[in-house]
């Protein structure tokens, strides 16, 4: 079997909202990539409503990329606890949270959702505008840490 990294975090150890810089790859010509986990609730005690993450989602890839040079992708996780991130370069923790408070604390001022629409979404239904900014102002509140373990 192959090692996953992100297979190899103690899920019961960890204290939501973090974000966990979870490695630099340097590619054959030498270009760095950073992946990151950013955790937005506690793992296997809470989930990400599916409108909600998928809001976010659209939301995300919008706003950090202003603040981001060379995000190449921000995904939702699969158990709905956060979302992936990859950009070129390497990129610190505190930046990553930086670009973070700036986006959630936007996306709590917005009306519309972008690319909600069946041309631009393959699933422009499943969206929660109301849930995205409740997330959103509960992050802010609770305030992303660079520890992501708890003591
Ligand atoms: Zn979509």
Redesign the pocket.
């Known amino acids: 079997m192959i090692k996953v990294e992100s297979f190899e975090l103690d899920h019961k150890k960890v204290l939501a909202p973090y974000v966990r810089k979870a490695g630099v790859l340097k590619g054959e010509k030498g270009d760095l990539v950073t992946k990151f986990d950013l955790r937005f609730v506690q793992p296997n005690k809470e989930m990400l409503e599916d409108e909600g993450i998928?809001t976010l989602?659209?939301f995300l890839a919008t706003f950090m990329r202003e603040k981001i040079n060379g995000l190449i992708d921000i995904s939702p996780m699969g158990c709905r606890t956060g979302f992936y991130m990859v950009t070129f370069g390497e990129v610190e923790v505190d930046k990553v949270i930086e670009a973070i408070n700036y986006s959630l604390d936007k996306i709590t001022k917005q009306t519309e959702i972008p690319?909600?629409n069946e041309t631009?979404?393959?699933?422009?239904k499943?969206h929660s505008l109301e849930l995205a900014k409740e997330y959103s102002r509960r992050i802010l509140e609770e305030g992303m840490k660079s520890k992501f373990y708890r003591d």
């Open positions: 998928h989602e659209h690319a909600a631009q979404c393959g699933s422009a499943l």
